[in-house]
T-cell receptor, first 115, second 112 residues
Framework: AQTVTQSQPEMSVQEAETVTLSCTYD???????LFWYKQPPSRQMILVIR??????QNATENRFSVNFQKAAKSFSLKISDSQLGDAAMYFC????????????FGAGTILRVKS | SQTIHQWPATLVQPVGSPLSLECTVE??????LYWYRQAAGRGLQLLFY??????ISSEVPQNLSASRPQDRQFILSSKKLLLSDSGFYLC???????????FGEGSRLTVL
């Protein structure tokens, strides 16, 4: 079974600075999807970014980018120019292509943004 | 556009009472549907997922059950709630074979 590990329970960043959230996963599959979701205090889950494992190029969405290291099974999220609105719980998630009906989530990382 | 709604938003129930949480998706057909639970300060645990009407896969054995009576309706139930059932329950949907998962607003259940 696939597992997702987020080793940082909590991170802090100064407004306008850059922060990186770590995520590692365990799988024997070669093709899969990886995601970062954001859960603000409203508890609504918001998709931040998606990476397809067969693509070598790292995904980017405005201030959010990932560092995808397939061999190391690492999928970190970099947030540039951090804003107060980025404060939230961030979840890393894995989805198999072959068994594509479910996402497996990590335990989450609380991100605090200091003004 | 697609929308997802789940209700009730907040529920306080005594131990041993039944539970019914409902989730409805609009604007799409034949979605994959999911129920997740998020315990306080913890990640998301997949409880059930469904790829079609009447098709339910259970991920965690427990006193909860799920049903999908219609294509875009997903119901989470229990006959007798336990204290450990307290948590934040999230319904979600995705397009078949797609990677993106879209979540509902969540339902906070407190079992006393």
């Amino acid at each position: 079974a696939q597992t997702v590990t987020q080793s940082q329970p909590e991170m802090s960043v100064q407004e306008a600075e850059t922060v990186t959230l770590s995520c590692t996963y365990d799988t024997s599959e070669s093709d899969y999807y990886l995601f970062w979701y954001k859960q603000p205090p409203s508890r609504q889950m918001i998709l931040v970014i998606r990476q397809e494992a067969y693509k070598q190029q790292n995904a980017t969405e405005n201030r959010f980018s990932v560092n995808f290291q397939k061999a190391a099974k690492s999928f970190s999220l970099k947030i540039s120019d951090s804003q107060l609105g980025d404060a939230a719980m961030y979840f890393c998630a894995y989805r198999s292509v072959e068994y594509g009906n479910k996402l497996v989530f990590g335990a989450g990382t609380i991100l605090r943004v200091k003004s | 556009s697609q929308t997802i709604h789940q209700w009730p938003a907040t529920l306080v129930q005594p131990v041993g009472s039944p539970l019914s949480l409902e989730c409805t998706v609009e604007g799409t057909s034949n979605p994959n549907l999911y129920w997740y639970r998020q315990a306080a300060g913890r990640g998301l645990q997949l409880l059930f997922y469904s790829v079609g009407i009447g098709q339910i896969s259970s991920e965690v054995p427990q006193n909860l059950s799920a049903s999908r009576p219609q294509d875009r309706q997903f119901i989470l139930s229990s006959k007798k709630l336990l204290l450990s059932d307290s948590g934040f329950y999230l319904c979600a949907w995705s397009v078949q074979l797609s990677g993106k998962l879209f979540f509902g607003e969540g339902s906070r259940l407190t079992v006393l």
